[in-house]
């Protein structure tokens, strides 16, 4: 039979949310100043993000082990195993957004070495929209918050139009001087971490729907076509 909540499962519990928002927070962290080094052409920076990816590998690991005891000893029922188990897949993604800044700044220290392009087209702006959704869904996940999931939700199509905007403007860029064609390359694949980074915090946003009401929306396509049929 479950157990009920005990203090040692309430303290596992919220030992569980903290260590979530520290992952949250160093992955914000690094997001940040990947796109400082690229901005900025800071390289220090960018070895910086480089370096602490270590420690966002080491904490996803602690909050998969803490999960599977906390399933192992309380055998959660209802909300609190949605939450558990929305913790445990949104570890993961916080992970490939740590690994995604990672490349940004790989990316940074290459053109740094580099004389700079007239401009970054798009991705100053698609880094702040990305920075913003990682933001929202880490505070929808805390709140429990729907709405606000959904809310984030809604700014990865901004985020991919900027990024559809952003490979014809460097297009140009490569066809007009075939020797930006290495820079504007490079900048392509930042564009795409950024999006990706959007595409990470949306199945977090779509976790913490299903944590908050425990509704399935991802795939809604697929899921309406399956219920019409």
């Known amino acids: 039979m479950p157990v009920e909540r005990t203090h040692n499962f309430e303290d596992q519990l919220e030992q569980l949310s903290d260590k979530l928002l520290c992952l949250g927070g160093l992955v914000e962290e690094a997001i940040g100043k990947s796109v400082r080094s690229l901005i900025e052409r800071d390289s220090r920076l960018a070895r910086e993000v480089a370096d602490g990816d270590r420690a966002i590998d080491k904490l996803e690991l602690e909050i998969d082990e803490l999960c599977m005891e906390i399933l192992v000893r309380n055998q959660p029922m209802a909300r609190d195993l949605r939450f558990i188990t929305t913790a445990m897949k949104i570890t993961p993604d916080l992970e490939r957004i740590g690994d995604h800044a990672v490349n940004i700044a790989e990316r940074a220290l290459e053109l740094n070495d580099e004389p700079p392009l007239r401009a970054l087209v798009d991705i100053p702006l698609m880094a702040l929209t990305a920075q913003q959704m990682v933001r929202g869904a880490l505070d929808a996940f805390v709140r429990e918050s729907a709405?606000?999931?959904r809310s984030v939700i809604r700014l990865d199509d901004d985020l991919d139009r900027r990024m559809e905007q952003s490979f014809r403007l460097l297009l140009s860029h490569m066809i007009e001087d075939p020797?930006?064609?290495?820079?504007a390359l490079r900048l392509t694949f930042v564009a795409k971490y950024f999006e990706r980074i959007g595409d990470q915090a949306?199945?977090?946003?779509?976790?913490v729907v299903f944590m908050s009401e425990a509704k399935v929306i991802k795939h809604a396509a697929i899921r309406a076509q399956d219920d019409s049929a």
């Open 179 to 183: 020797k930006t064609i290495s820079r």
């Open 147 to 149: 709405e606000a999931a």
């Open 202 to 207: 949306t199945n977090i946003c779509e976790l």
